[in-house]
């Protein structure tokens, strides 16, 4: 009889412990069948087709969770990977949870994680990108997205991180982050500092209007115990009309070589189950004595098929001097693909 109370008793205690937490698993799978044709200068062009995965959003799978821990504070945790969906092979080897991977407290005052997760600068990116930040099939893209004819691109995710991000008053909120090189005491980086990471952004999130600012700092190893700096500053926003979205966004990258900016406008306009988005960037840099330009446009329809699945279709040009090229580089992709997450 007493080993059926206990019995009883340690099932009631797991059970509301059970009901304090919770575990998701959940991703997107997403393909498309694809044409790349690429020309520079006066070359011959060079087309591809392939099968593709990450045409809109990136293929992956991921975990997350909370405990509820009185008080109104929470613990959670994300682990998420991202997969190559035409192959299964992992997107980053050798890493599995090279998306996210992270674990905080979540409260009234704002939420705290360390791990691998997105810089603050990149948050504010993605919000205010055109096309959502989709539609990422050409992957030689520079310090805004154009392509690779100045500055490498900014470091979306952060490793060995820090970060907070702040509750919502009145439609302000802020975020900051800030990863540790670990790296100060390596040959690369003789007589250099760590090759630190810090970011972050404020913003007006308030109805229709989104407006934000958000930079980056990122430390270079030292090269002959020189150490440069990557710095990004991003103005951007969005209004949604309810008939129609618009986004928009300015930014500045800079070190001790380069001096790039880039600006970049979108729309998107709903019909029931359906949507199309249209986006136009341009860019330029300066730097090792040449001015260098780049500029693109993408335009993007998608069709819910059901909550969780759509169809999707687009088309990408691009057109830039890329860095150590002295023909310019035209690439242009269409694209036709399916979405689904769970």
């Known amino acids: 009889m007493k080993k059926s109370l206990i019995a009883l008793a340690v099932l009631a205690a797991s059970g509301a412990a059970m009901a304090q937490s919770s575990v998701t698993l959940y991703g997107i799978a997403d393909a498309f069948v694809g044409s790349s044709k690429t020309e520079v200068g006066n070359a011959p062009s060079q087309r591809q087709t392939t099968l593709s995965t990450s045409g809109v959003n990136g293929s992956r799978w991921g975990l997350k969770g909370s405990e509820d821990l009185g008080g109104g504070m929470k613990a959670i945790f994300t682990l998420e990977s991202g997969f190559n969906l035409d192959t299964g092979a992992q997107k980053t080897p050798g890493s599995i949870f090279d998306r996210q991977a992270y674990v905080g407290l979540q409260s009234g005052f704002g939420t705290v994680s360390v791990g691998r997760q997105y810089s603050a600068y990149d948050n504010l990116h993605g919000a205010t990108n055109h096309n959502y930040d989709a539609f990422t099939f050409n992957a030689a893209t520079g310090a805004g997205g154009v392509a690779a004819n100045g500055m490498a691109d900014y470091t979306s995710r952060v490793s060995n991180s820090v970060a907070y991000a702040s509750p919502s008053f009145s439609g302000f909120s802020g975020a900051v982050v800030y990863g540790f090189g670990e790296n100060k005491n390596t040959a690369a980086n003789v007589n250099g500092d760590a090759t630190d990471n810090a970011s972050l952004h404020i913003k007006y999130a308030n109805g ?4 934000g600012y958000a930079y980056q700092q990122e430390k270079l190893a030292a090269v002959g115990g020189v150490q440069d700096k990557n710095k990004y500053n991003l103005v951007g926003g969005s209004y949604d009309f309810g008939m129609a979205k618009v986004t928009g966004s300015y930014n500045t990258a800079k070190n001790n070589i380069f001096k790039d900016k880039e600006g970049q406008v979108g729309v998107s306009v709903p019909f029931g189950a359906a949507a199309v988005s249209v986006g136009y960037v341009r860019s330029k840099s300066e730097g090792l004595g040449v001015e260098r330009t780049g500029k693109g446009y993408s335009i993007l329809g998608t069709y819910a098929v059901s909550k969780r699945t759509g169809l999707y279709a687009g088309a990408q ?14 690439t242009t992709t269409y694209g ?7």
């Open 317 to 330: 040009n691009t057109k830039a001097f890329v860095l150590n090229s002295a023909a310019e580089t035209e």
């Open 336 to 342: 036709l693909g399916v979405r689904h997450s769970f």
């Open 208 to 211: 229709p209007i989104l407006v």
